[in-house]
């Protein structure tokens, strides 16, 4: 076998890989909203920052655990004062505010409604790039995004237990944490490209876990929560399979395949989601929601594709 057979056979082997790591950390990612609606049915009192302390104090040893080792791996660029700041600030957004609005909106509506609402934030990132950079949107994604927002519509609308005070409130909140990840996405281009995605991960994980930590402080005093044995399951659940893991899988993923078709695989999480929820959750979907589904994913695999 020559070089050129091998250099082929090692890149196809890069994309195999890649592609498999990306389809699991989607599993991982859209099996999170599963585990909370179990979670919520156990107990209906238990509410979104004690889930969410659980969660992120199981997976915070792990991002320490990376990070220390990234550091002492290799010679690491300096990070200054504005990257410090940026990093909390990113950590809040992304991954301790939009965590709470979603958990949060959970507790009011399907977990496929959920997934689908935050499946949009990828139409958020290309309006607010537009906006902060100036950048003109071209038709084809003016057309994808319109269809996309249609087809939300569609699904909230034909919603099987009808539009009501909570449906309308659960959406909000999770919609919220859709817009709060999009600016969490732009924000961090930048710092990424200065010091590598996987510190910046353990670092704005790490930033996230504290703000979890003082919010169930502030609210719940510093005892552990009293849940059963279950709920502590479901949270370690969570952190390793829902977070620890998609977290780093997905990075891994971008550099062997690249963003643009991370990207256009990762629109397997919604229906994973969907599938999941159906024999798990026993939801289900009217033939209207359906065709919105397909709206969504649709146009925003069209969106992506173009970037």
């Given at each position: 076998?020559d070089?050129?057979q091998?250099?082929t056979?090692?890149?196809?082997s890069?994309l195999?890989?890649?592609?498999?790591?990306?389809?699991?950390?989607?599993?991982?990612?859209?099996?999170k909203?599963?585990?909370?609606k179990?979670?919520?049915?156990?107990d209906q009192?238990i509410d979104?920052?004690?889930?969410?302390?659980?969660?992120?104090?199981?997976?915070l040893?792990?991002?320490l655990?990376v990070?220390?080792?990234?550091n002492?791996?290799?010679?690491q660029?300096?990070?200054?004062?504005f990257?410090?700041m940026?990093i909390?600030?990113?950590?809040?957004?992304?991954y301790y505010?939009?965590?709470l609005l979603d958990f949060?909106?959970l507790?009011?509506?399907?977990a496929?409604?959920?997934?689908?609402?935050?499946y949009l934030?990828?139409?958020?990132?290309v309006?607010?790039?537009?906006?902060?950079?100036?950048?003109r949107?071209r038709?084809?994604?003016q057309?994808a995004?319109?269809v996309?927002?249609l087809g939300?519509l569609?699904?909230f609308i034909t919603?099987p237990?009808?539009v009501?005070?909570?449906?309308i409130k659960?959406a909000?909140?999770v919609?919220a944490?859709?817009f709060s990840?999009?600016i969490f996405?732009v924000?961090?281009?930048q710092?990424?490209?200065r010091?590598?995605?996987i510190?910046?991960t353990?670092?704005?994980?790490?930033v996230?876990?504290l703000?979890t930590?003082v919010h169930?402080?502030?609210q719940?005093?510093v005892?552990?929560?009293g849940m059963?044995?279950?709920?502590?399951?479901?949270?370690?659940?969570?952190?390793?399979?829902?977070?620890v893991?998609?977290a780093?899988m997905?990075?891994?993923?971008i550099?062997?395949?690249?963003a643009?078709?991370?990207?256009?695989?990762s629109a397997?999480g919604?229906?994973?989601?969907l599938?999941l929820?159906y024999?798990?959750?026993?939801?289900?979907?009217t033939k209207?929601?359906?065709?919105g589904?397909?709206?969504?994913?649709g146009s925003i695999?069209?969106?992506?594709?173009?970037k």
């Amino acid at each position: 076998m020559d070089t050129e057979q091998v250099t082929t056979t090692t890149r196809s082997s890069s994309l195999y890989v890649g592609m498999g790591l990306v389809v699991l950390a989607s599993l991982g990612f859209a099996s999170k909203g599963i585990l909370i609606k179990l979670a919520y049915a156990l107990d209906q009192d238990i509410d979104a920052i004690s889930l969410m302390a659980i969660r992120m104090s199981i997976a915070l040893p792990f991002f320490l655990l990376v990070a220390v080792r990234t550091n002492a791996r290799s010679q690491q660029l300096r990070m200054t004062g504005f990257d410090v700041m940026a990093i909390i600030a990113l950590g809040f957004l992304g991954y301790y505010l939009s965590s709470l609005l979603d958990f949060s909106g959970l507790a009011f509506i399907s977990a496929s409604l959920e997934r689908m609402i935050l499946y949009l934030y990828p139409t958020l990132v290309v309006l607010l790039t537009a906006l902060l950079y100036r950048r003109r949107i071209r038709p084809y994604e003016q057309a994808a995004l319109a269809v996309a927002y249609l087809g939300m519509l569609l699904m909230f609308i034909t919603h099987p237990s009808g539009v009501n005070t909570d449906i309308i409130k659960g959406a909000s909140l999770v919609f919220a944490a859709a817009f709060s990840f999009a600016i969490f996405m732009v924000g961090s281009q930048q710092i990424i490209s200065r010091i590598g995605s996987i510190r910046f991960t353990s670092y704005s994980m790490t930033v996230a876990t504290l703000f979890t930590m003082v919010h169930y402080g502030l609210q719940h005093g510093v005892q552990l929560p009293g849940m059963t044995s279950a709920f502590y399951l479901i949270g370690l659940t969570m952190a390793i399979f829902c977070t620890v893991l998609p977290a780093y899988m997905m990075n891994a993923g971008i550099q062997r395949i690249g963003a643009s078709q991370t990207a256009l695989i990762s629109a397997i999480g919604p229906v994973m989601t969907l599938i999941l929820a159906y024999i798990v959750l026993d939801e289900q979907l009217t033939k209207l929601q359906l065709a919105g589904i397909v709206m969504i994913i649709g146009s925003i695999t069209i969106v992506g594709k173009g970037k």
